[in-house]
């Protein structure tokens, strides 16, 4: 079997000349440049985040929340799919906020992505938290998210995620 290599992949902060193309990454994919998670709703624009490109046009973005010892993956976006971006950019984020004190980075996927679930858990994340009937709160927020989602499954449930950086407290 042969085995095709990875493109090189360059990961860096996000800057303030990358926010037009996320602003117009974000009304494609999610029909706004707002993301709600946790009844909460997060302009992606006005995030810290990292970018990643290859030089055959693959890109992604990785854009997140701080808030104390705790970050919030808000948006981790990477195309084309298993090229290495979306690994390479939570990497990048895992390590930026172990160094900057953080303990948990934690996110919330739907209960339609099931390719999240699976990517996220091959990546060290364990899911903590089921949120149920949570989408019908965010639809109160951002009234464009749809009732089905992925395979056709209704959209309910919040699913929490974490990957535990550093011992807390409590350890």
Not at 10 to 25: I, K
Request: proline share 6%; with cysteine.
């Amino acid at each position: 079997m042969k085995v095709t290599p990875l493109p090189p992949i360059t990961v860096r902060p996000l800057g303030s000349a990358d926010h037009r193309e996320l602003a117009a990454l974000a009304r494609e994919h999610w029909g706004a440049e707002q993301v709600v998670s946790r009844g909460r709703v997060h302009e992606v624009c006005a995030l810290d985040g990292f970018v990643a490109r290859t030089p055959h046009d693959g890109i992604g973005f990785a854009i997140y929340r701080r808030d104390g010892r705790e970050a919030e993956l808000v948006l981790l976006h990477a195309v084309p799919a298993g090229c290495g971006i979306g690994t390479a950019l939570v990497e990048a984020l895992i390590a930026h906020l172990a160094t900057a004190g953080v303990a948990r980075l934690w996110l919330i996927t739907t209960n339609d992505n099931l390719d999240a679930l699976r990517f996220y858990q091959r990546r060290g994340f364990a899911l903590v938290t089921v949120h149920r009937q949570a989408l019908d709160r965010s639809r109160a927020l951002k009234p464009s998210i749809p009732l089905t989602g992925l395979f056709g499954i209704p959209l309910r449930d919040e699913l929490e995620l974490e990957r535990m950086l550093q011992p807390t407290d409590e350890d």
